[in-house]
């Protein structure tokens, strides 16, 4: 096998539909300056992906434009030295550099990438007296972008300038750039079904196109990590139709209490692209990858030896959250505050049932061959191994573990109004409804808003890495509008807190696993443990290794190299528009 490993580049580049890791919290300005609290308080067009039973709070018609730009830091410090391989590379034995993310986003402004909310909510000037409908399109808030190459550039066979004398950097395996972009159109309708009880549902057809590269092994058991047998991998995916549905409501059992509540459902992407790659000066010609011979593909026809065709199966999780709020009213019925408690779920931890290893067919498989996971991609490139021009087998279809858990979060956000004149009485201002409905119609005014979260990791003990923000959060936020009778300005900003957190040593003990090809020094398995210099079974392994095509799951290669640190945080700011008439 020359340029196996070659599901490591296409696991990767799935990954990019978590938006580079896990959500941060809130929708635009307005809920993101809560800190995400605000499944219960959401009246405008941010509702729509928030909880689509607050549509049912605006007048008129609305309209929001929103926005929160994201910058996300990020650097691994892997422990241990560079392993002595045949090539006597001259930073053999020196210790592992600290790698920086340091991405390019294309729509990006200094780093920070903006993540949209536009939505358009109506009542069909008035012709819909207790329902609104919604149009609109939002992305789920991350950070897709990853570049961590700090300059590095791969060495291609047969390149006379090829450089084999600078370190590589140590997340290769992992990743060394990605982007993509995952849009949500989505309609919405919300319905009063009482003064206390609002309902709502939307349903979401998006897209996703992403793009990755990373370092894949060129030949089999490169556990000593040599630069020449590796292969570069690149690929490209792309989801036209990503189906998708949530629902919510909004429940005031007193004027100055309301429940929220939404639930949305998960999102599975089956993402379908091209695969190619270029050998390392170690490589050997005579044996490459190409495309496999129609009669044998699975997910497209017309694969060539340059790019070969791919699919990704997956799935962005199930999700839950619920909240509680308290409001401040004067003696005018006017809101002076509020405050919102919210609780949320995700369901990073779904997996998908496997094959049992000593089955014939396909051990190690998912049971299910149409299962979809959040932390178990599914990946089928359309390539074989062929010697000297001649087909001799296809690649493994195979999937790559994350190493997932659910993810629980606790919101807490609030707001101060400042009067800044007389209210006056206006039909379309969103708070001019009966007492259930909200305060009475104000004019200019201040609003400052403010909120704390915490988000558990995602991560399981050891399955940090660097494409895949899987660590616990804190993030605050700080934010300010300004409102009068026809419009809404908002801004904020934000920082989530993450730290510096370190994945164990992969072996049972808790010490490092860095497998060569000495003799009884393969696998993970602590010395004097039986089967000691072999490979553990796959569902004990603590953290990923690099993927064998040409193998099925559970006889992958042992070579965890995500030991070491993350240090990580992001920052935030938000702007935002509303209006209505």
Same mark, same amino acid.
């Given at each position: 096998? %020359? =340029? ?27 809920? #993101? ?43 691994? +410090? ?48 008035? /012709?819909?007296?207790?329902? /609104? ?15 961590? +190459?700090?300059?590095?550039? @791969? ?25 993509? /972009?995952?849009?949500?159109? +989505? ?86 692209? +091209? ?21 044998? #593909? ?5 694969? #060539?030896?340059?790019?070969? %065709?791919?699919?990704?199966? =997956? ?16 003696? @005018? ?35 299910? &061959? ?34 997932? %858990? ?100 992969? %072996? ?16 993970? /398995? ?17 953290? &990923? ?5 040409? =193998? ?30």
């Amino acid at each position: 096998m %020359k =340029l196996g490993k070659l599901v490591v580049g296409v696991s990767l580049l799935a990954s990019t539909a978590h938006a580079g890791g896990l959500f941060l919290p809130g929708s635009g300005a307005t809920s #993101t300056s809560r800190a995400g609290a605000a499944v219960a308080s959401a009246d405008d067009g941010e509702a729509l992906s928030i909880n689509p039973a607050g549509l049912a709070k605006t007048k008129g018609t609305t309209i929001t434009i929103s926005t929160t730009f994201i910058r996300y830091f990020m650097e691994f +410090t892997r422990r241990g030295t560079y392993d002595a391989t045949p090539d006597a590379a001259p930073y053999e034995g020196t210790d592992y550099p600290t790698i920086e993310n340091d991405p390019k986003p294309p729509l990006g402004v200094a780093k920070f990438q903006p993540i949209p909310v536009v939505a358009v909510v109506t009542d069909l000037g008035g /012709r819909l007296t207790d329902a /609104r409908l919604a149009i609109g399109l939002y992305a789920p808030q991350g950070y897709p972008f990853r570049d961590m +190459t700090a300059g590095y550039k @791969f060495p291609v066979a047969g390149d006379p300038d090829a450089d084999l004398e600078s370190a590589p950097p140590p997340s290769r395996y992992d990743i060394l750039t990605q982007e993509s /972009r995952l849009l949500l159109p +989505t309609i919405a309708a919300a319905y009063r079904l009482s003064p206390k009880l609002d309902i709502g549902a939307r349903f979401t057809a998006g897209s996703l196109q992403s793009k990755s590269v990373v370092a894949v092994w060129g030949t089999p058991f490169n556990v000593g990590e040599s630069v020449r047998n590796d292969s570069l991998f690149t690929a490209e995916v792309k989801d036209g139709f990503i189906p998708a549905f949530g629902f919510g409501l909004a429940y005031r059992p007193s004027p100055n209490l309301e429940i929220g509540f939404n639930y949305s459902s998960a999102i599975v992407v089956k993402a379908k692209g +091209t695969a190619s790659s270029v050998k390392g000066p170690g490589v050997s010609a005579d044996r490459v990858i190409g495309p496999l011979p129609d009669e044998m #593909t699975s997910c497209a026809t017309g694969g #060539t030896f340059e790019q070969q %065709k791919a699919c990704i199966n =997956l799935q962005l999780p199930r999700s839950a959250t619920i909240g509680l709020r308290y409001k401040v009213l004067d003696a @005018f019925h006017r809101e002076k505050g509020d405050v919102e408690f919210n609780v949320a779920w995700e369901n990073w931890g779904k997996k998908c049932e496997l094959r049992g290893l000593d089955e014939e067919i396909d051990p190690g498989q998912f049971e299910d &061959p149409g299962c979809t996971s959040p932390g178990q991609y599914k990946v089928v490139i359309d390539s074989g191994l062929y010697t000297n021009g001649n087909f001799a087998q296809p690649l493994e279809k195979n999937y790559v573990n994350y190493g997932l %858990k659910d993810v629980y979060s606790f919101r807490l956000g609030g707001s101060y109004h400042l009067l800044r004149s007389a209210p006056t009485i206006d039909p379309m201002s969103p708070n001019s409804g009966p007492p259930f409905d909200g305060p009475p119609p104000r004019g200019e005014e201040i609003i400052v808003r403010g909120g704390i979260a915490y988000d558990t990791a995602a991560a399981e003990t050891g399955w940090l890495r660097s494409n895949f923000d899987g660590a616990a959060r804190v993030t605050t936020t700080v934010g300010a509008a300004f409102r009068t009778r026809r419009f809404e300005i908002n801004l904020g900003g934000g920082f989530v807190y993450e730290g510096t957190n370190t994945n164990p040593g992969a %072996k049972a003990d808790g010490s490092d696993c860095n497998p060569t090809l000495a003799a009884g020094n393969l696998g993970c /398995r602590a010395a004097g443990d039986p089967g000691s210099g072999q490979d553990r079974p796959i569902n004990e392994r603590q953290g &990923p290794d690099p993927t064998n095509p040409l =193998l099925q799951p559970p006889f992958q290669t042992e070579n965890p190299y995500n030991q070491g640190s993350y240090k990580s945080h992001y920052l935030l700011f938000m702007l935002g528009f509303s209006t209505w008439f």
